[in-house]
């Protein structure tokens, strides 16, 4: 009954506290924030797919279809917004990450990071050893529901430990890496770690 006490936008009742990082505030909302336009797909086996490439043994691409056949788990966690909005115990339904990589040729040795490749070029780079973390997902429903098209449909990455810009939306590829380089806000400022906990917003 968690939800009955939940406010909208203030600081967090006593007994939520301790989940809510520092400079923070809960939303019930779930706002939208991204650069750039929002992509609209018609026939997505026609127009869609999702790549993996970089240090791993052979590149795979995966269809639509075949990546829909992928067995799926639900997540249920808190998401964290650089921009100082939380929500608290979303749920997500997607491929988990690291069950994910079971199904792709091996990767070379060294792999350190992964580059989240998305429509329109965005990119988000994120560390291998969050990715393998069990909440850490390739999402395509929310709540029960078909991600809608400004929160990333037909497939985002989620990995909550980290503030809400590296949950790419619009995924279209994934790279792997044996060194990181930076992503799109990475770049423009964001700090690379992006720990909501140790409030690692913006880089010095
Ligand atoms: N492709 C893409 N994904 C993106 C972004 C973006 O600009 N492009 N913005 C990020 C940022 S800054 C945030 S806070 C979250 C917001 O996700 P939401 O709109 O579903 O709340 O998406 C992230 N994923
Ligand atoms: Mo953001």
């Excluded at 691409?61 to 067995?71: G, K």
């Excluded at 799926?72 to 069950?99: A, E, N, Q, Y």
């Excluded at 529901?145 to 949950?167: A, I, V």
């Excluded at 790279?175 to 799109?184: Q, Y």
């Amino acid at each position: 009954m968690l939800n009955a006490f939940r406010r909208k936008t203030e600081r967090a009742p006593e007994d939520l506290q301790d989940r809510v990082p520092p400079g923070q505030y809960l939303t019930e909302k779930f706002p939208v924030l991204h650069y750039g336009d929002v992509p609209h797909y018609q026939n997505l086996e026609q127009t869609w797919d999702l790549r993996v490439w970089g240090a791993i043994e052979s590149p795979k691409t995966f269809s639509y279809t075949e990546f829909r056949a992928l067995p799926t788990i639900d997540v249920v966690t808190d998401i964290h917004c650089v921009t100082r909005w939380s929500k608290l115990d979303t749920r997500w339904t997607g491929v988990r990450f690291r069950d994910f990589l079971e199904l792709l040729p091996p990767l070379q040795p060294g792999v350190t990071h992964v580059m989240a490749h998305c429509e329109y070029g965005f990119t988000a780079n994120v560390p291998l050893e969050y990715l393998m973390l069990d909440d850490a997902l390739l999402a395509y429903k929310y709540e029960d529901q078909e991600l809608t098209p400004d929160h990333g449909y037909p497939l985002r990455l989620l990995t909550p430990k980290k503030y809400f810009w590296k949950s790419a939306k619009w995924l279209r590829g994934l790279e792997f890496m044996r060194e990181d380089r930076l992503g799109f806000w990475e770049r423009y400022g964001y700090n690379n770690s992006a720990d909501p906990w140790l409030e690692e917003r913006y880089s010095d």
